[in-house]
C-alpha cells in the first residue's frame, strides 16, 4: 500500500559502513560522526518518501491506523516482531543486538492535528475529519509525520548492524499525543505506560526528538533539566442566581463574579508566584456565559491552561487559583468549582544523561550549531515516558536557511513548512546518540 517494499538500498552495505564505526570497540570518537552520517544518509531516501506519504495521510489521535500499519509492516521488513494495538493504535518492537549491553527505549509520535492544511506541496493533506463533533481538516502541523520516518529511518540503520550491536532498542511510535479524541481520556503516553510498554522490557534510558520551527536546520536544541511546560486543562464553573438584566439585585450575576476571578488570577500569577524561579502561565480560553441580553444567567465557566515548569509550583498555583475563585465567588454570594486535569507533566531532561549525550549531539551537529534552549511553554507527553526512566528530549531545527526562525509560523500553524534537511539531521543525530549510548559513550 505504501509503496517502500524494496529498499534503495541494500542492508548489508548498510551494514558494513556502520559496523566499520565501533570496530575497534573504543568509545565513540568524533570521527566517528562521518560514518553516522554516511549511514544516515544511506536510509533518506527512504526517510523522505516515508514522511511524504505520512503528510499526506494524516490521522488524529488514537486513528493511526494506516501510519501504525505503515510502521508495523516497516519493522517487520527489519526482522522485528512488532506488538500492535497498545493505547489503540501504537506500537513498539525491541531491536535485540548481538552483543549484551544496555537497554534504551526511543520514541516517536504519529499523530496529526484538526488543522487544515492549504494547498501547495504535491503532497499536501486534503484529509477531512470529526473532531470532538466538528468537521475539521487534518494536517501533520506539529511534524510528527518527521518523527515516524526518522525512527523508522533510524531503526533501519540500527537493524543493519545488528549483530555488532551492544544491548537493546525498543522503537516506540505513540498515538495521540496531542490529545485523545475524547475530552478528559488519558493522552497516548500515559495509555502505552499503563498497558506496561516499559513494564516487560525496561529500558535505563528514553530519549525523544522533536522538530521545531524556532530553530533553522542543522541547529539542534537541547535543556538539562526542565525544557517543555507541564499542561493542565483547567475549568471553573461559577454559579449564580438566573434573573432579569434590569434587576441584578434579585440574582447573584456569574459573569461580573467570572470576570473578577479571571483578573484576580492574572494578578495571582504577578504578585504571588515567584516567576523570578520558575515561569508560570495561566490563560482562558474560553469564557461562555447567558442566552441572551437581557437575562442574567444561573452559571459561567471559563477553561484554560496552566503551564509551570515545576511540581510544588504547579501544586502551589492551583491551590491559590482554587482560593482565589472561591473567595471572590463567596464574596458575591456565588459559588465557584475548579476542576484540573493534567494533560503532561513538564518535561526534565536527567541532568546526568544530558551531560553524558550532549557530546553526541555536538559530534552530530557541530559544536556551533548545538544550542541551549530556553524552557519553552508548548507541552510533550514525552514526559511521561521520562517521568518513569531518566530521559533526554531535543529539538531538531526544520525552518530553512535563510528564514528567521522567529518569523517561521510555528508548529501548529497551518503555515508550519518543514524542511526536509530536518530529516537527515534528526536520523544522523538520533543515530549518533543511540550508538555512543550502547556502546558505552
Ligand atoms: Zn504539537
Ligand atoms: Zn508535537
Redesign the pocket.
Known sequence: MSGFDRLPITLSALACAVAALYSTGARAQAGDAAQIAQAAQAVQTQVVAWRRDIHQHPELGQHEVRTAKLVADQLRKLGLQPRTGIAHTGVTAVLKGGKPGPRIAIRA?MDALPVTEPAGLPFASKVTADYRGQPVGVMHA???DA?VAILLGVATALAAQKDRLPGEVMFVFQPA??GPPVAGEPFGAKLMLDQGVFKDFKPEAVFGL?VWAGLNVGQIGYRSGPMLASADEWSLTVRGKQTHGSRPWDGVDPITVGAQILLASQSLIARQINIAATPVVLTAGQFNSGVRFNIIPDEAKLVGTLRTFDAAVREDTIARLRRTAEDYAHAAGASAELQVVNNAPATINDPALTRRVLPSLQRAAGEARVKESAMVTVA?DFSQFANTVPGFYFFVGSTAAGIDPAKAPI?HSPQFLLDEGALEVGTRTMLQVALDYLHGG
Open positions: 509520535d506539529c511534524g510528527h518523527h499525543e496531542e522533536h510533550e508548529n
